[in-house]
T-cell receptor, first 110, second 119 residues
Framework: SQQGEEDPQALSIQEGENATMNCSYKTSINNLQWYRQNSGRGLVHLILIRSNEREKHSGRLRVTLDTSKKSSSLLITASRAADTASYFCPQDNYGQNFVFGPGTRLSVLP | DAGVIQSPRHEVTEMGQEVTLRCKPISGHNSLFWYRQTMMRGLELLIYFNNNVPIDDSGMPEDRFSAKMPNASFSTLKIQPSEPRDSAVYFC?????????????????FGPGTRLTVL
């Protein structure tokens, strides 16, 4: 299976704290993407990092990529209640489509 | 742009009935994906189209499921006959992208989903 795996499966933090979640993948990639899904909603694209990049920022988001370890991490700084959601890093199936893992369920407590 | 549009947003039907879900992708996107999401199985890819042609339908659970894309702006997913285990949220997504090996998988834009309940 080319399914990417997010870790941890669930994470609870206090508002204002940073949240870090990790992703491991199995095959070589052209890029890696992170998506967010709020409860009852469709998925929303957050950020894309290319295979030749090691780190990328977007607002309060910071993504790192280590192709030697086939892993990525997503850091959300100064978390807010609105960040409560599930986060996914789908496996790029040879540029054809995505295979989604179970995601990380983030709960930001007020 | 209105984004990916799905209808209906909610569907409640009885076992054995035919169900048709509809999707309008973002204009200009040439790839369309149908996903199903349940608590038990997570988000599963059912089928995807490129330039209106079905490329991979290996995720379609069984013959009761069928999908069509008659033109670049419309796709349907049909379940006939429906069963309680088909209850799930069905998402449609679109992207501007080519086939395998052509380039990196691009950002997918998801619709709001159709919540299907089969009684």
């Amino acid at each position: 299976s080319q399914q990417g795996e997010e870790d941890p499966q669930a994470l609870s933090i206090q508002e204002g704290e940073n949240a870090t979640m990790n992703c491991s993948y199995k095959t070589s990639i052209n890029n890696l993407q992170w998506y967010r899904q709020n409860s009852g909603r469709g998925l929303v694209h957050l950020i894309l990092i290319r295979s030749n990049e090691r780190e990328k920022h977007s607002g309060r988001l910071r993504v790192t990529l280590d192709t030697s370890k086939k892993s990525s991490s997503l850091l959300i700084t100064a978390s807010r209640a609105a960040d409560t959601a599930s986060y996914f890093c789908p496996q790029d199936n040879y540029g054809q489509n995505f295979v989604f893992g179970p995601g990380t369920r983030l709960s930001v407590l007020p | 742009d209105a984004g990916v549009i799905q209808s209906p947003r909610h569907e409640v039907t009885e076992m054995g009935q035919e169900v048709t879900l509809r999707c309008k992708p973002i204009s200009g996107h040439n790839s369309l994906f149908w996903y199903r999401q349940t608590m038990m199985r997570g988000l599963e890819l059912l089928i995807y189209f490129n330039n209106n042609v079905p490329i991979d339908d290996s995720g379609m659970p069984e013959d009761r499921f069928s999908a069509k894309m008659p033109n670049a702006s419309f796709s349907t997913l049909k379940i006939q006959p429906s069963e309680p285990r088909d209850s799930a949220v069905y998402f449609c997504a679109s992207t501007q992208g080519g086939r395998a090996g052509v380039g990196p998988t691009n950002e997918q834009f998801f619709g709001p989903g159709t919540r299907l309940t089969v009684l």
